[in-house]
């Protein structure tokens, strides 16, 4: 693997925002997700569930709840009382309603995803149409005192039963009248406190379930106004709930951190029938569990510690393995550090600021694995705020570090950033060009002669970095085809002759700088791009995508290179493939051409291509564990894969220089003593 000196950074105070609420898309392949600072996320199941498309928060916008209608649109709602849909190709806001209720607590759409009803603080629940181009109010129902907080379309659309304080209702849609009331606290002797229903589903049996801060799941005949079935699953508040597609499986989450499964089981062999039967109880979460979701094959939990948990049904699956694993996303799988590599700075991104951080360094040297002293502290040089209340989409650093740009959704922002001994000035440059915002990634040259700005519908324009501070914008890169869909990845080439710009169809455009022409498109392959990067000294593409396969693509040849097709024909190693957390990012040692270096969240892995690739009976082992052997097992387990373990959990890793590595890290441990205390539980034997 060859020996760095390591730089490991533990000072980037990232703490995620929390999961708000989920949506799974209706008989499609993808999940919503809205976390507690206003920012949406998409997940692509068949793209081993990678982040393919992020919206970022604003101040102004909580997303209470999040539901898909018309196939694929996708419509939030929240405390500001709008309704609001989401541009899931500009990755930005399309248009918004005023809701005209107050604050709307809770969203549903019906199943045929033509109508959306929403539940609003003035105790209204009010339809609208879902029409091309947006949505039409069509009317309320029958209006009583207390906030809406859960809705749930019957499966037939033709009820609607909402959850409320002490109360769920059920409404006929034609005509507008509630048709039953139920008091949730009738059957608790001597209450005190009032019962919040936090959580409501419709089944087409005319069963209605409720959840509520008693920690009960409760059965209810809807038409009669009775109690089927009562389970209370906690000492707390069970905060959410979703069923199954079939109706057979329920999941719910609760405010101990707490998931458990309900599961329509039969009285006895043989026997018609069927009870509701408590199965599965899970503690993947430390906090409030405020939103579950149930897709065909796994139970899906997000919690306010910032976790999204993706537990597989073993029953539905049909061999243990890759889609068999149980998946945990904290980070965003998108970089939110850039490195100037010859100042030796680091720029980590916030929400709302941006921080400028010098490595420390050190004189003496050491053996491997040695903690070695510092003769100059980490210095942290600037926080640059960014004002209104839209959230930063991306940033960037120059490899010089003379330059410092981010964006919001409406706003490009341009700095100069000049070094004068321990000092440092920084200066807004002033007029840049206009741009179709927001930018979705951004990327200066090797040089720092220009900075490269990832727009909306394929476009990538390309700016002219002035002394002592200014720019100009020289032009802008269409894909010859076109494309609804922004780029959010970008990789130049250390000669600044070529650029390869990613879009969110999956497409791979490259383009001449010299001459500002398309050059050629990568041949297409289904499944989403996570990290691109050319290499210095061959200009060849190397290409990770979300399940795991590694492609390498001559840029002057326009084709796949031959180390690329053996990969293909020889297959990666079982393990590698296994892996849950995509590739974030990928450099290379120009030092040793052969060697590319890729991490995720969990690993760094040098890949070294002059070695024989790993077939499946190898030991695709950790470093550490490998140098525990002796010298000849060690020999027999040399192949190309040299993987490191000891950085967890990795956000960023780069290469300095040929001897010199800087990693990120982001302990669990270090994001959970920044959250607000989990309600305590009582432990057995204490």
């Excluded at 709602?77 to 709307?104: F, M, W």
Aim: with cysteine; glycine share 8%; net charge positive.
């Amino acid at each position: 693997m060859g020996e760095f000196e390591v730089h490991r950074v533990r000072f980037f105070g990232l703490v995620p925002a929390g999961v708000r609420c989920l949506a799974c898309q209706p008989r499609g392949g993808r999940l919503a997700l809205a976390r507690t600072d206003g920012a949406v996320e998409v997940y692509n199941f068949a793209a081993n569930y990678f982040q393919e498309k992020v919206i970022p928060g604003h101040e102004a916008r909580s997303v209470e709840a999040l539901c898909w209608a018309a196939g694929d649109r996708l419509f939030g709602a929240g405390l500001g009382g709008d309704i609001t849909e989401y541009d899931l190709a500009r990755l930005c806001v399309s248009r918004s309603v005023d809701g005209c209720g107050g604050p709307i607590w809770s969203m549903a759409a019906n199943g045929s995803g033509t109508q959306l009803a929403i539940g609003c603080e003035d105790g209204s629940v009010k339809l609208f149409q879902v029409v091309p181009g947006g949505i039409q109010f069509e009317r309320n129902l029958d209006r009583r005192k207390g906030r809406i907080l859960c809705l749930s379309w019957h499966p037939l659309d033709t009820h609607i039963a909402a959850g409320s304080i002490d109360a769920l209702r059920v409404f006929d849609v034609h005509s507008g009248q509630t048709v039953q009331r139920i008091m949730v606290n009738y059957h608790v002797q001597k209450v005190k406190r009032e019962c919040i229903v936090w959580s409501i589903a419709f089944l087409s049996s005319g069963t209605v379930v409720t959840s509520d801060s008693f920690g009960r799941v409760q059965f209810w005949d809807w038409e009669r106004g009775t109690l089927l079935e009562s389970h209370t699953v906690s000492t707390s508040a069970v905060l959410s709930l979703a069923v199954s597609e079939k109706e057979d499986s329920i999941i719910v989450g609760t405010s101990t951190g707490a998931t458990y499964q309900f599961q329509l089981l039969p009285v006895k062999m043989g026997s018609l029938e069927k009870r509701w039967v408590r199965t599965k109880p899970f503690q993947h979460h430390t906090h409030d569990v405020r939103a579950v979701a149930h897709s065909s094959t796994a139970l899906i939990s997000g919690g306010l510690d910032a976790q999204l948990v993706i537990r597989p049904l073993m029953e539905k699956m049909q061999k243990k393995g890759y889609d068999a694993a149980l998946r945990k996303f904290t980070f965003p799988h998108r970089r939110l550090v850039s490195c100037a590599r010859k100042a030796r700075l680091l720029l980590f991104q916030f929400s709302q600021h941006l921080e400028l951080w010098r490595l420390g360094s050190t004189d003496e040297t050491g053996k491997d694995g040695e903690v070695l002293p510092l003769c100059r502290m980490p210095e942290h040089l600037v926080q640059l705020k960014s004002k209104g209340p839209e959230h930063i989409y991306c940033s960037c650093v120059s490899p010089c570090g003379s330059w410092v740009s981010y964006s919001t959704a409406s706003r490009f922002h341009l700095y100069r950033v000049q070094y004068e001994g321990d000092g440092v000035s920084i200066r807004k440059v002033p007029k840049v060009p206009k741009l179709v915002l927001p930018a979705y990634q951004l990327q200066f040259s090797s040089d720092s002669g220009s900075l490269f700005v990832a727009s909306a519908r394929g476009s990538v324009h390309v700016l002219q970095l002035l002394e002592p501070g200014g720019c100009k914008h020289l032009h802008t890169f269409r894909p010859p085809s076109g494309s609804p869909e922004a780029v959010y990845l970008l990789a130049s080439s250390a000669d600044g002759h070529w650029l390869a710009a990613v879009s969110g169809d999956w497409a791979i455009h490259i383009y001449n700088l010299k001459c500002f022409k398309h050059h050629c498109t990568v041949p297409m392959y289904g499944c989403a791009v996570t990290a691109v990067a050319i290499h210095p000294l061959t200009n060849n593409l190397v290409i990770a995508y979300s399940d795991q396969q590694l492609f390498e693509f001559s840029i002057p040849e326009k084709q796949y290179t031959a180390w690329s097709r053996m990969v293909q024909n020889c297959g990666l190693h079982k393990v590698w493939l296994e892996r849950d957390s995509p590739i974030t990012h990928i450099t290379f040692n120009p030092k040793n051409p052969s060697h590319i270096l890729l991490h995720d969240i969990y690993m760094f892995c040098v890949l070294d291509k002059s070695l024989p690739l790993p077939d499946n009976s190898a030991l695709l082992m950790n470093q550490s564990t490998l140098k525990q052997l002796p010298e000849t097992a060690r020999q027999r387990q040399l192949h190309a894969f040299k993987i490191c373990k000891k950085f967890q959990p990795l956000l960023f890793a780069d290469l300095l220089d040929e001897n010199c590595l800087v990693m990120v890290e982001r302990p669990i441990m270090d994001i959970k003593t920044q959250l607000p205390l989990p309600i305590q539980q009582k432990k057995f034997g204490t």
